[in-house]
């Protein structure tokens, strides 16, 4: 950014929004209120709102998909004046984006105890009739949703959920606050401040070159198989995390590992889902399967693996009982790991 752009941005004009791409004015946009409660206080006048009853959204079926509804904060002030809340509870929202024209995004939970207003939580049927809406539960709803809203409404159960479980400061036992944007949380007698926590989890699909290897914990439904997943310890790297993950729960020793992508998985708290290929030592591919961990792990055949892939899930139960084996589905990370590695060969690179 040229000099003059910077003096002119503190002066805050809109000169030098000009010169920048639509995607920095709108990052630099969502920072600025989420450091400025009066900014963001005022983008709520000509934001827009998801709401959520308990955690789950408000959605609207239309066909197969679902929509997510947004409301103004004229429509939500009437809401809640209408169910004799005050409108002090709008306080308890939390900034989830904004659009490319920097109308920002709001969620707010009518079902959780606020901790801004006095008024009890709003009953759920009454707001879902007054809406014209029903409140769902986000992991059934999450593949029928299109991709701007998964990712919304996961970012916004997250940050509503974290918001609910630290109302209080671990160190004094005093009620902590949110700012405005919700980006935060301030303890009112020490002043130490909580952020939102991601849990960091390797997923991890391991092949010794022709094969990948795929699990299932016994909650998984019948017949489906995933990539190896753990949460990373305090104090390991991801390279560490991989190795011992696959040690703990296959008995392998991995030796080449490859970083695919990541991804915000808000189920059942939320984790960052960092995905690796890894590659086995030659020879050395016999599963010692920690029985604690998972209830089954084998090595599938690359042909075996791309027909999972097109199977659509659940798949229904065989005559003989058996599940054939099927796969998570495509908006999980799992099923991009193993689709990429079906698609092209993995470059190793990594040595764990
Ligand atoms: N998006 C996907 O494609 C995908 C696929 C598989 C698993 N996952 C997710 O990955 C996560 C980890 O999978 P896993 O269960 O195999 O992990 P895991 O193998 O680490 O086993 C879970 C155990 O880890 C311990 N643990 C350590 N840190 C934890 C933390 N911060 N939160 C919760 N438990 C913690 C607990 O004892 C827990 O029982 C799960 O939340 C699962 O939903 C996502
Ligand atoms: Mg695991």
């Known amino acids: 950014m040229s000099l003059y752009c910077g003096i002119a941005c503190r002066r805050k004009s809109f000169w030098c929004y000009r010169q920048l791409s639509t995607y920095v004015t709108k990052t630099r946009y969502l920072f600025e209120l989420k450091e400025d409660d009066d900014a963001c206080k005022k983008a709520q006048q000509t934001g827009a709102f998801y709401l959520f009853h308990n955690l789950a959204p408000l959605l609207q079926k239309s066909g197969h998909q679902y929509l997510a509804p947004q409301h103004s904060l004229f429509e939500l002030e009437r809401l809640l004046g209408k169910f004799g809340q005050d409108s ?4 308890d929202s939390v900034l989830i984006g904004c659009s490319e024209q920097q109308e920002a995004w709001f969620a707010l939970d009518l079902g959780l105890n606020s901790s801004s207003s006095i008024n009890a939580s709003l009953q759920k049927p009454e707001v879902e ?3 014209t809406g029903s409140f769902t539960e986000l992991r059934k709803a999450l593949y029928q949703l299109n991709v701007k809203d998964a990712s919304l409404l996961s970012t916004a159960q997250a940050l509503l959920r974290w918001h609910d479980t630290h109302q209080f400061c671990s160190r004094s036992g005093q009620p902590t606050k949110k700012n405005m944007a919700g980006s935060k949380r301030v303890c009112s007698s020490n002043q130490i401040i909580y952020y939102p926590q991601m849990a960091p989890v390797v997923i991890t699909l391991v092949s010794d070159g022709t094969r990948c290897l795929l699990a299932r914990q016994s909650f998984f439904p019948k017949g489906m198989y ?6 990373c310890d305090i104090g390991e790297s991801l390279e560490e995390t991989v190795r011992r993950e696959v040690a703990e729960e296959v008995g392998l020793e991995v030796e080449r590992l490859h970083y695919s992508a990541s991804q915000h998985w808000p189920f059942p708290n ?3 889902m960092i995905a690796c290929h890894a590659t086995v030592k030659p020879g050395q591919t016999e599963i010692r399967l920690n029985l604690r961990e998972l209830e089954a792990a084998a090595w599938f055949r690359h042909d075996e693996v791309a027909i999972a892939l097109r199977r659509n899930n659940p798949y229904t139960q065989q005559q003989n009982g058996a599940f054939p084996f099927w796969l998570p589905p495509k908006f999980a990370i799992a099923h991009q790991l193993i689709k990429e590695w079906v698609e092209k060969p993995i470059r190793f690179t990594l040595p764990v």
């Open 129 to 131: 009739k007054e809406l």
């Open 88 to 91: 002090q509870r709008i306080e």
């Open 270 to 272: 939320s984790s960052l």
């Open 226 to 231: 995933s990539a190896l997943a753990g949460f």
